[in-house]
Structure formats: structure tokens, C-alpha cells
């Protein structure tokens, strides 16, 4: 019988082949679960729930066949590169355990979790309806951070600015006082867990206009803000470098502080989920995540953590 993934990542092509490349220290452990959910979001659930179960994915297999199976955590590419750094502390410290950290955005790692393809699903947004029977547990809490290129003079606005902004309802940066040119708008992918908090903290139902650019991750959303004067995005607060610059929301900046008293407005939760409570190898990494060695380096990575 034809392996159904490998008739799909034919029929898709290598597009998304550099989001997917291996990570250093990373195992390939549940790559093609994952590369499944997030190239084919228009297959629907069901088709993909038999897909799953024709490759045997009742959980992670590593690419070598080996009898010890590596944990896997699947989702939020917002959350994706503090689990990297996470996995890759406790793997040092604990040589027997492999984990594979990999994207694919909240609901396909949500949903990875629900079907017993991931033993974590990583989420930057609040569960919703049934997903709420899943067990979550809150690794940190993050900012939104609305940003531009370094060159815009723009240093604050307000949150009916940028909706209005988002919207579609101003085009021009002439109408916020700055030299007259095209807004590049640039948000995120439906499903994403940043797009989710985002429309919910900031929209206020109203829609996202379909001119945006639309980008399936936070550091794509970032590059491509680093480099045109003229963009304006959002993106995980812990990931603002000095290639881009975040603005002050109503006056107010998303720094450490800031978001740990919730002054900044745009605060979220970053979730590990699961079908269950953490048992065996998986607790012991989460008691980690969760224990004063964890917690510190998603602070020094630019979270707040919640302990």
C-alpha cells in the first residue's frame, strides 16, 4: 500500500523544507507527524486523524527505529524555540533521554496532543470548547509585541491604532504622522496561537484584512520586518532582538516587568497540553520546565516565568 505521507510530501513539494530542518541536539522523532499537520490544514481533521492512524502514530517514533522513544513535544512556533533551548539543557544533564521539539502552530500541536502524536502539545493560546479537557500546564507568560523596522521613528500607539491599522482602515503611515507611504502589514497563519491571542486581545472581532502578508511563523514574521522599513508585525515579546523594534502599547513597553504586572495589555500564556497528567520521563521534564533551573532560563531567554 503507498505511504500516505510520502504521496502527500510529494504532492507538496520542499516548500516548507527549511521550517522542518533538523535542530542540533534534536531528535527526528515525529518530524513527518508534524510536517503532516502543518502542510496540510485543508486535508481536515478527519482525514488527517486516518492518516495518523495509517502511519501508526498512537506516538513518537524515532527516524532510527531505536526501542527507546524519544519524547515529543508538537506546536506553537511561538513556543518552539524556548522548548528547543529547554530539551537541549535537560538532554545535557540527562544524556539517556531524547526529545524532539517541532512546529507546525498551537491547534495542530493541540491536536497532535489530543491524538496521542505528541506526549506535549505547545500552545500560545487558551484552550477552547473540548480542548479544554486536555490537562494544561502554564510554563510562562509572554508579551505581544507589535513591531517595526529600527529606521520607523515610530515609538508608541495605541491599541484602536493598530486595529485600525489591521483592519484595513488605515493603509498610509501619513495618517499616524510619519512621511507618506504604504503600511506592509504582516500577521500570521489561521491556526496560529499568536494570531489567535492577537485577535482576541486587540481586534475586538473585527477581522484581519485579507492584504496582509501572511507568514507561517514568528521568526519569518520578524525577518521580514528586519528588513523592510515600511512593515509593521507582531510577534512573541521573547523573541524581539535588535533587528527589529517593539513599540510602547497606550505608553507602555513590553518589557519583563511590564508584563509580569500585566501593565502591558498583551499578555498571554504559554501551555504545555496533554491527553493526560505527565507520568515517568514526561513529568520529569515538566517538574523541570516548571522547577527553578526551567523557570530561570525562560527568563533569561525573555520570558516571565510563572513561578
Same mark, same amino acid.
Given at each position: 500500500m503507498p505511504n500516505p505521507l510520502q504521496a502527500l510530501r510529494e504532492s507538496q513539494g520542499s516548500t %516548507?523544507?527549511?521550517?522542518?530542518?533538523p535542530q542540533p541536539g534534536v531528535t527526528a522523532c515525529g518530524r513527518g507527524v508534524l510536517r503532516l499537520l502543518h502542510r496540510c490544514r485543508w486535508l481536515g481533521l478527519a482525514l488527517i486523524a486516518a492518516l495518523l492512524v495509517l502511519m501508526g502514530a498512537g506516538g513518537c517514533k524515532s527516524s532510527s527505529q531505536s526501542t527507546s522513544r524519544p519524547l515529543c513535544i508538537a506546536g506553537s512556533t511561538s513556543v518552539q524555540p524556548f522548548a528547543e533551548k529547554l530539551a537541549e539543557v535537560y538532554m545535557h544533564r540527562h544524556p539517556g533521554v531524547r526529545i524532539d521539539v517541532q512546529g507546525g502552530g498551537s491547534s495542530a500541536g493541540i491536536y497532535a496532543a489530543t491524538q496521542g502524536a505528541a506526549d506535549l502539545g505547545a500552545s500560545s493560546r487558551e484552550l477552547l470548547g473540548k480542548e479544554k479537557e486536555l490537562v494544561e500546564i502554564a510554563i510562562a507568560f509572554d508579551g505581544i509585541a507589535v513591531i517595526v523596522h529600527p529606521s520607523?521613528?515610530?515609538?508608541?500607539?495605541?491599541?484602536?491604532?493598530i486595529r485600525r491599522i489591521f483592519s484595513g482602515a488605515v493603509t498610509?503611515?501619513?495618517?499616524?504622522?510619519?512621511?507618506? %507611504?504604504?503600511i506592509h502589514l504582516?500577521?500570521?497563519?489561521?491556526?496560529?496561537?499568536?494570531?489567535?491571542?492577537?485577535?482576541h486581545l486587540v481586534m475586538n472581532k473585527q477581522e484581519i484584512t485579507p492584504a496582509a502578508l501572511v507568514?507561517?511563523?514568528?521568526?519569518?514574521?520578524?525577518e521580514i520586518v528586519a528588513g523592510d522599513?515600511?512593515?509593521?508585525?507582531?510577534i512573541s515579546a521573547g523573541l524581539v532582538d535588535d533587528r527589529v523594534?517593539?513599540?510602547?502599547?497606550?505608553?507602555?513597553?513590553?518589557?519583563?516587568?511590564?508584563?509580569?504586572? %500585566?501593565a502591558y495589555k498583551l499578555v498571554r500564556r504559554f501551555l504545555f497540553v496533554g491527553k493526560a497528567a505527565p507520568a515517568g520521563p514526561c513529568k520529569e521534564f515538566?517538574?523541570?520546565?516548571?522547577?527553578?533551573?526551567?523557570?530561570?532560563?525562560?527568563?533569561?531567554?525573555?520570558?516571565?516565568?510563572?513561578?
Open positions: %516548507h523544507a527549511e521550517a522542518w530542518a520607523n521613528p515610530l515609538t508608541t500607539i495605541t491599541l484602536a491604532e498610509n503611515w501619513s495618517a499616524l504622522g510619519l512621511r507618506p %507611504h504604504a504582516i500577521t500570521r497563519e489561521e491556526g496560529s496561537g499568536t494570531r489567535e491571542a492577537f485577535e507568514q507561517d511563523s514568528n521568526g519569518s514574521v520578524r522599513p515600511n512593515s509593521i508585525g507582531y523594534k517593539a513599540l510602547a502599547i497606550d505608553g507602555v513597553l513590553p518589557t519583563r516587568e511590564n508584563i509580569k504586572t %500585566h515538566v517538574d523541570f520546565v516548571l522547577g527553578p533551573d526551567g523557570q530561570k532560563i525562560l527568563e533569561t531567554e525573555g520570558l516571565v516565568g510563572v513561578k
